[in-house]
């Protein structure tokens, strides 16, 4: 694994705990630039409003190798010791005393929101990524006080699901139905979201309409786009830079692909596109897929890009075409999709890991991200490697 930045980096050390904390066995990074390896963290007591769950798989995010390895910003450092995952799926073993939406026994998950204000208008409409003063991330985050739906220590940092168990207020839970495999549904609770919540806001989970949807990038984000769109009974369209994901992206259900540096490809597709969602996360250039745009059409980025990008301002005036963002979805978008792909069956490839495999993991991550494959760790590994 190649960290970065080490400038930047920010040491914390596990303080002792309180006398409301307990211990939870976890699998992190202690130190810059060492390995993973077995950390003693510490979770909260239950409050009359939180849920403790046993967690039994997290997804591994490409995002987590972003944040393990210090790349997610040149300006503001992760915090060691880290305990990535924001993809956490498992059995509630206890719950507060005012909790209604759960009970002991139930399938919860938990996605990359951790806590927010929940009383801005836009938390009020569901939509917490939005927070006004900013929702928490699952991990890797200060606990921001005046959010106040997280215990423990103040001052230590939120810790992700590469643990043994977890405690959240029962507002940022999601119910993953009893026969919904979970080793698959932690990674919807990500790349599911995330291609959903555009999909939602304009307009494609309205079964009367039938658009002509693109979708960018064909890794794990844009394979889960591709499911989601074609069961939602819209015509999708893959848009790759080469032919080699041509096979891969029809049998996941695309309908039409285009290569986005072939002018020929470009123009077979020119004015067709209602929507076009993406994932593309490197810079790169968004003409090629404004022309693939309708009149009124609207391309959605969801890379996070801190360099500016380029387009052609005439190519957006002469189709009135828009180009926005999208960054996750709040709660009941991620109860929406969990929902829509248990009844559908519409799951991402994965792969179960250990924490043996962990290293190999986020090299194999950060050397090339356009695999299709979304890797999901094993929490009971932890016992193997005793």
């Not at 049998?251 to 004015?271: H, I, T």
């Not at 380029?310 to 190519?315: A, I, K, P």
């Amino acid at each position: 694994m190649k960290f970065s930045s080490p400038d930047i980096a920010v040491h914390k050390p596990i303080p002792e705990p309180l006398e409301s904390e307990y211990p939870v066995k976890a699998w992190g990074v202690e130190k810059f630039g060492e390995n993973f390896k077995p950390l003693t963290i510490y979770r909260y007591q239950v409050g009359e409003y939180d849920v403790k769950f046993q967690i039994k798989f997290c997804g591994i995010c490409h995002s987590d190798v972003h944040n393990v390895l210090n790349e997610m910003s040149t300006k503001y450092g992760s915090t060691y010791p880290i305990v990535p995952g924001h993809e956490l799926v498992g059995t509630v073993v206890e719950v507060g005393d005012k909790v209604t939406r759960v009970k002991v026994g139930e399938n919860v998950g938990v996605g990359c929101i951790r806590d927010s204000c929940l009383l801005c208008d836009v938390c009020d409409r569901g939509e917490e990524c939005y927070c006004v003063r900013g929702f928490t991330h699952t991990y890797n985050t200060p606990k921001k006080k005046e959010h106040c739906h997280i215990g423990g220590n103040p001052e230590v940092q939120n810790w992700g699901g590469y643990s043994e168990f977890d405690v959240i207020h029962e507002h940022f839970i999601i119910k993953i139905p009893d026969d919904m495999p979970l080793e698959k549904a932690g990674p919807i609770l990500c790349a599911g979201i995330t291609m959903w919540s555009p999909l939602n806001h304009w307009g494609a989970t309205d079964t009367t309409k039938k658009l002509n949807i693109g979708i960018v990038g064909i890794g794990g984000l844009g394979t889960m786009g591709i499911k989601l769109a074609s069961a939602l009974g819209h015509r999708v369209v893959a848009i790759s830079s080469s032919d080699k994901k041509r096979e891969l992206a029809k049998s996941k259900g695309a309908a039409g692909y285009v290569v986005s540096n072939d002018p020929a490809s470009v123009a077979a597709e020119s004015g067709k596109l209602d929507l076009i969602l993406n994932t593309v996360s490197a810079h790169h250039s968004l003409t090629p897929y404004i022309t693939l745009l309708k009149t009124d059409g609207t391309l959605v980025n969801m890379g996070c890009i801190a360099a500016p990008m380029e387009y052609n301002q005439f190519s957006l005036l002469l189709k009135r075409a828009s180009i926005a963002g999208s960054l996750i979805g709040g709660i009941p978008a991620t109860q929406e999709v969990i929902d829509f792909c248990h009844k559908n069956e519409v799951y991402p490839d994965v792969e179960l890991v250990g924490v043996g495999d962990l290293e190999r993991v986020y090299t194999e991550l950060q050397e090339n991200n356009s695999g299709a494959v979304r890797y999901v760790l094993d929490i009971k590994s932890f016992e193997a490697s005793e």
